[in-house]
């Protein structure tokens, strides 16, 4: 299904671009775009990850510099019978994380600064976990691609914008309908079932279900207060993160916490995580303040 709906979103970038091509070049500019479509396509395919932690700034850890983070994911990853994935972290106040690469052997996970100095070990494992839930999924392809495709179209704003003194009616209604568009792609190819799938998975690899839950009732609400300036460059790229966080409605591909939360806690008191044990005392740190996470990367 994944695979589809990529197809899906490179056919319709190819012929955006083409139309674009012949309303400015006629049948030549077509051509030309058409030929520099499928170049996109494919670069963006086998770079699309490293375009988003390009665009995040992210800092490539290991088990040296951060070594209790690291192992943290090292061990999900174990449990979750996965690849071991490359582990980032992005200098931002915003809490909040996100996973990408295109496959369980290329993949990444990524938590901000934010976010390891607000949670506690366990809340980090649920986030880190759900993560890697994405990844055992196989959501980050379509997730990364939509990111970076959405990115691209709203550079044909700018480049329809850049032959204003000529077309200026192309350009004028490229500007308008461009950020609906580019909606309309983050939409058609994001179910808002993935994140329930990948809160499910995150119970199942950690075993913690009300520590996820935790987690999300923390960061949601300090997420819509905090800027992200990935974000705000470009809208679509939320439906990468975890909480989506201050995005402009139009893109939203998240659920509801609340709804999340309250599948978790279900899940803990019917022992549907797989491996959580139902012991009392998680049950107790449900929503309870800690102090500062010991996963602190700026200790």
Known sequence: MNFMKTTMLL????????????????????????IVAAGMNLFTYWNADKIVLKMHNAVEVDASSHPEFYQMVRNLAQRAE?????????????PNAFAT????????????????????HDEIEGVMAHELGHVKNRDTLIMTMVATIAGAVSMLANFGMFFRDRNAGIAG?????????AAMIVQMAISRTREFGADAAAARISGKPLSLASALG???????????????????ASQLYIVPGGVRQMFSTHPATEDRIAALEAMAQGGGSGGWSGRP?????????????????TR
């Open 101 to 120: 690469g295109r496959d369980p052997e290329h993949s990444a996970v990524a938590a901000t600064t934010g976010l390891l100095q607000m949670l506690s």
């Open 82 to 94: 996965l690849p071991m994935p490359k582990v980032y972290i992005v200098d931002q106040a915003q």
């Open 11 to 34: 056919a319709a970038l190819t012929a955006l671009f083409m139309a674009l091509g012949y309303s400015l070049g006629g049948s030549g500019g077509a051509i030309i775009a058409l």
């Open 173 to 181: 209604l490229m500007a308008v309908l461009i950020a609906p568009f």
């Open 218 to 236: 923390k960061i949601s609400g300090v997420a819509a207060r905090t800027p992200n300036p990935v974000a705000e460059r470009n809208p679509a």
């Open 281 to 297: 005392d998680e049950i107790g740190d449900m929503g309870r303040l800690r102090k500062p996470s010991a996963l602190d990367p």
